[in-house]
């Protein structure tokens, strides 16, 4: 399952998680953010209850994305004890996610 964040959601369900976070920065109108959604999706599926999926529209959340330098959509961040662990900005694959994930699982 992906959670949909907002400014007033994020500290609670990523700062604060005590499981690794996947977040997605993303818009609808970006063709990458398209390809990128069911890989997300499946990792969500393949790493339930190991890491919480999320996902930030930034056209909605912009000043989320600003705070936390995103440029580039699709960016997707691994959150690991309330701190960025790791970072991939473009459209990737189902492996380039997994091998940031099992960094900190």
Known sequence: MEINLTGATFDGEVLKSDIPVLVDFWAPWCGPCRMVGPVIGEIAEEYNG?????????????????????????????????????KLVGARSFDDYADMIEKFI
């Open 50 to 86: 190991k890491v919480k999926v999320c996902k930030v529209n930034v056209d909605e959340e912009g000043s989320l994305a600003a705070q936390h330098g995103i440029v580039s959509i699709p960016t997707v961040m691994l959150f690991s004890k309330g701190r960025v662990a790791g």
